[in-house]
């Protein structure tokens, strides 16, 4: 191992017992309630409806609302933002033209000229998935992208999109996705198991990785936050809080890449899907 990896592990093993260390400051300085601590960085995740009353299905809730307001925003920029179309484009205009370009090049990249006609869709997820975590950023506001039900419908629905177009692009040629010819002739049953199973395997990853990322960050945030009313360590809890936050920013357009280029991955194996 290279001493960069070294001194890279180190440093991650310092961050994490440091969070440790805070969270169990926490658990002996910060006042108890009757249910237990006075603070629970969980309760951000909860949904509750609008306005009041049980949930069912029809229910509007804080998720439906932010839900709303991320496709709200994903319309102004694209649809309103570049609807001038001028020559010097506008602070909107240049944004959406950016963001269409990125898109555009990484699923060309990824996925082939074949795969430029889906551009809408990807385009769209990419949109969605980087606004809902941005917006998730304000105060008082509710992230979608922290529930599974959320992320594991946009999971499924690429899963199921891109199977479909597999069979109905390549006919029974699409299961040569999982027939490793490359491989010695031995391996290739064992290899095609693994390769099936890591198959149907993907909804829930690619699903997982995006809840399970916006919501680390926004319950480590909370903590900090908490930490901020004790007096002993305020103003080591403000800088964290500062830290963390411009690190979410970071994470929520990662986190949009991410899930937009294994798209653009699976889209690929769909219309090549030999080894």
């Known amino acids: 191992m290279s001493d960069q990896a070294k001194q890279s592990g ?21 006042p108890t309630g009757h249910g237990g601590l006075a603070f629970h960085p969980m309760d951000q995740f909860e949904i509750k409806a609008l306005f009041g009353g049980d949930i069912h299905w029809y229910t509007v809730t804080n998720a439906t609302l932010w839900m709303g307001l991320t496709v709200l925003g994903v319309v102004l920029l694209l649809v309103v933002g570049s609807s001038g179309r001028a020559i010097v484009p506008s602070k909107g205009q240049s944004i959406a033209e950016l963001t269409y370009g990125f898109v555009y090049k990484m699923l060309e990249d990824v996925g082939g000229k074949d795969a430029v ?21 304000l105060p008082v506001s509710f992230t979608p992208t922290t529930h599974i039900a959320v992320t594991g419908v946009l999971a499924l629905l690429v899963f199921v999109f891109v199977t479909v177009l597999g069979f109905v692009k390549n006919g029974a040629a699409f299961l040569e ?40 960050g926004h319950a480590v945030i909370k ?4 930490f901020a009313a004790i007096k002993l360590i305020a103003p080591v809890s403000i800088a964290a809080i500062a830290a963390m936050y411009g690190l979410e920013i970071l994470v929520a357009f990662i986190q949009a890449y991410v899930f937009t280029i294994l798209t653009c991955v699976y889209l690929k194996d769909a219309l090549h899907p030999a080894h």
């Open 10 to 30: 180190g440093t991650g093993k310092v961050i994490f017992f440091a969070i440790l260390a805070l969270i169990v400051i926490a658990i002996f300085l910060v």
């Open 117 to 137: 006609r889906y551009f809408p869709y990807v385009m769209t997820l990419f949109c969605f998935i980087a606004f809902s975590n941005v917006l998730g950023l």
């Open 177 to 216: 996705l999982f027939w490793v010819k490359s491989a010695p002739l031995a391996l290739r049953p064992v290899l095609a198991i693994i390769e099936l199973i890591s198959y149907f395997v993907r909804p829930v990853s690619h699903s997982i990785r995006l809840a399970g990322n916006m919501m680390a």
């Open 223 to 226: 903590v900090f936050a908490t």
